[in-house]
T-cell receptor, first 111, second 112 residues
């Protein structure tokens, strides 16, 4: 069974701090997505990474796909209260329609 | 923007009832998915469909069935609801096999 482990599970930080969330697996993925989910809503896609070693930036968010395409990280610079939410990674294996989701990182940014 | 609409945000049913959860997408996407989301367990795939009338079991299909009679609509059916099916249910669609998924806002289902 493929697993995607996210760490940390919970993170509470002050506004202005930096943080990194990790998504790790022993399996290789053809692509990996990051989502953010707010209470009472569905996950919203932030980014897709497909190439080993790829780095993508979305304002203060930096996403990296591992060279071997087994892991990924999300780094947030100068976190703001609006970044609060549940962050989910999801990996897609080659030749399949099935996404494997991590268990999520619940981030709270305090003003 | 892709719009995935789930028919109910909140639903309360009784054990033994047959429950229908409806999902509609407006972007002519090939693939549609049903997940349930539970604290500490993340999103678990119940069923998915890659074409009209085509369906495949996900990781936890027991107690559920699905229907996809039209491309835009994917229904999840709880044949005889049980209390352990109380959960947040999320529908998603994607353009093709390797494209990211777009989610609806979810249905929070309580079985009493």
């Amino acid at each position: 069974t493929q697993l995607l482990e996210q760490s940390p599970q919970f993170l509470s930080i002050q506004e202005g701090e930096n943080l990194t969330v990790y998504c790790n697996s022993s399996s290789v993925f053809s692509s990996l997505q990051w989502y953010r989910q707010e209470p009472g809503e569905g996950p919203v896609l932030l980014v897709t990474v497909v190439t080993g070693g790829e780095v993508k930036k979305l304002k203060r968010l930096t996403f990296q796909f591992g060279d071997a395409r087994k892991d990924s990280s999300l780094h947030i610079t100068a976190a703001q209260p609006g970044d609060t939410g549940l962050y989910l990674c999801a990996g897609l294996s080659s030749g399949t329609y099935k996404y494997i989701f991590g268990t999520g990182t619940r981030l709270k940014v305090l003003a | 923007d892709v719009k995935v609409t789930q028919s109910s945000r909140y639903l309360v049913k009784r054990t033994g009832e047959k429950v229908f959860l409806e999902c509609v997408q407006d972007m002519d996407h090939e693939n549609m998915f049903w997940y349930r989301q539970d604290p500490g367990l993340g999103l678990r795939l119940i069923y998915f469909s890659y074409d009209v009338k085509m369906k495949e079991k996900g990781d936890i299909p027991e107690g559920y069935s699905v229907s996809r009679e039209k491309k835009e609509r994917f229904s999840l059916i709880l044949e005889s609801a049980s209390t352990n099916q109380t959960s947040m249910y999320l529908c998603a669609s994607s353009e093709s096999g390797n494209q990211p998924q777009h989610f609806g806002d979810g249905t929070r289902l309580s079985i009493l």
